[in-house]
């Protein structure tokens, strides 16, 4: 009896430290980007596999305080795509059937929680058929804290901004412009 409450205690305080993101929340500013990219076109894309490097983790341990994570169970590569995909449906240029698709593969995702401050990295190499593969890499600072748990915290809310400033950083990359068709 006292080995099945200790496991059940144990089990309730690993969890209770676990921090885990926001849903995404698409950027006004890059779903008007894209818009503007795409005036005048009827060019549509989809948004294929993305997958993510053997050694990238679907959670990442934070100053022993417990794990960071994507919410609802989802891996960072997935979370990503669906980021994505939300902002080109709103920008109005996804179309799954479309034969310009996006692939890409989660090279690296890292943060740091110091108390001088934070930062999330992450690199992916996207591809589609229009262009040869290629690399966007980000380090998106924000606020940390002295306190483990706090700190923690702030790691998982700063990844949805991390995330928007990935994807700016995608749509603005010229290989991004050569497969929705821009002339910029």
Known sequence: MIRILTIALLSIVVTACAHVSQPYTPSAANIEDIKQLTSGSTIKMS?????ADKDVQASIMCRGEGPVSAPGGKTFEQYI???????LTIARIFDQSSDRKLTAVLNQIDFSSAMSGGRWDIMMTFSAKEVEPFVIRIT???????????????????LPLATQKLINELIKHPSFLKIIGATN
């Open 81 to 87: 795509k669906d980021a994505i995909v939300q902002e």
């Open 47 to 51: 948004v294929g596999n993305f997958t």
């Open 140 to 158: 998106y600072p924000f606020d940390s804290s002295f306190v483990a748990y706090t700190a923690c915290n702030e790691v998982a809310q700063a």
